[in-house]
């Protein structure tokens, strides 16, 4: 016991219990909020985080509460991004339908090359608002995990549903459809 | 005419020696330098260790690019920041003051790491010292009492 008490091992407790204390810090200051996930799975519609960016075309800033009131079919993606690429048609036919709807897409580009990200823009002819978060800021006030990633904001500004992974129509119409009937 | 010729020439050659001269600045740095200083903002890893991300295949093209324009390093590292942010650096510490307590740990914990070497080698030089210091004086009994009086007998008898 005495043995145990002595300078060096408990100098070598302390170190060993400072990289445990160390490595545990890392690993929850680097895991996202999952609060928006476990809200939507205990049925809740949490308030979506404030979103604020500049756009994509450069043309000033844009935010979230800029479409209070209309559902957004909220799409986080990047050009390098290869299942970003397969979706984009969808979201466009979508954004078409959506925007007669009082409803639209509204694309942020994020941990992206501006140029390459206009290219892409062009290349899908996609017409929906984008806006621009090069940093990757927002990664963390939404839990995201990876590209493409989508939520549906309410008419109230409340996330009602997301996906992991690129949407399909089924998503679309499973949960952005019935929203379009709420009021606000 | 002969003379106007070589003159020509040596005009021609004058006018065409800085050419080279610059094609050997450029360019002026490689990937491989860069790649170790800058992050992969979603792999979260230098860039150097981040051989296979999409997003890492598309930093590079983007270095590369800047490499055939002859940008220097750091004007790279500025046009990296400006697409990517400050995270894209591989320094810590950023802008929007988030994770300060990280921050200070990155430099926190080599110096304390580098102390607590130092401390363990004075430990262990201190603690050999006063070993061998002990050996030498427990050793002085051995040859104390009877032992050294036959040692000084066995001296005597052999005229040593």
């Known amino acids: 016991m005495r043995r145990l008490l002595a300078p060096v091992p408990v100098a070598v407790i302390g170190v060993v219990v400072a990289l445990v204390a160390l490595l545990a810090y890392g690993l929850a200051s680097n895991e996202p909020d999952r609060g928006i996930e476990k809200a939507l799975q205990q049925g809740e519609r949490e308030e979506a985080p404030e979103l604020i960016l500049p756009r994509l075309s450069g043309d000033g800033e844009g935010s979230l509460d800029d479409y209070r009131g ?60 984008m806006l621009r978060d090069g940093a990757g800021d927002t990664r963390e006030r939404f839990g995201i995990l990876g590209f493409p990633e989508t939520f549906v904001i309410d008419r109230e500004g409340r996330i009602a549903a997301f996906a992991r992974g690129p949407v399909g129509e089924e998503f679309m119409r499973e949960r952005v459809v019935p929203l379009l009937r709420e009021q606000a | ?25 450029c360019p002026k740095t490689t990937l491989g330098d860069i790649e170790d200083e800058v992050m992969c903002p979603i792999c979260g890893t230098p860039l150097g260790l981040a051989s296979e991300a999409p997003q890492a295949q598309q930093q590079r093209a983007f270095i590369e690019d800047q490499i055939a324009d002859c940008r220097s390093k750091e004007e790279i590292k500025t046009a990296l920041v400006a697409q990517f942010g400050e995270g894209v650096l591989a320094l810590p510490g950023d802008e929007s003051g988030e994770d300060d307590v990280g921050d200070v740990l990155v430099y926190a ?39 050294t009086a036959r040692l000084d007998a066995d001296i005597e008898r052999y005229d040593l």
């Not at chain 1, 979508?94 to 823009?121: M, N, P, Q, S, Y």
């Not at chain 2, 002969?2 to 001269?21: H, I, S």
């Open chain 2, 109 to 147: 914990i080599p110096a304390a790491a580098i102390l607590l070497a130092l401390g363990g080698i004075a430990f262990a030089v201190l603690r050999w010292r006063r070993g061998d210091r002990t050996g030498r004086r427990s050793g002085e009994p051995a040859v104390a009492g009877s032992d």
């Open chain 1, 70 to 129: 209309q559902v957004v079919v909220l799409n986080f993606w990047a050009s390098w991004c290869e299942p970003c690429r397969d979706e984009s048609p969808l979201l466009q036919r979508w954004h078409e339908r959506l925007e007669k709807r009082d409803a639209t897409v509204l694309g942020v580009d994020a941990f992206d090359e501006i140029g390459r990200a206009r290219a892409f823009v062009d290349k899908y002819g996609l017409t929906y608002p």
């Open chain 2, 1 to 25: 005419m002969r003379f106007a010729v070589l003159a020509t020439a040596a005009a021609l050659a004058l006018l065409l020696a800085p050419a080279p001269a610059l094609a050997q600045d």
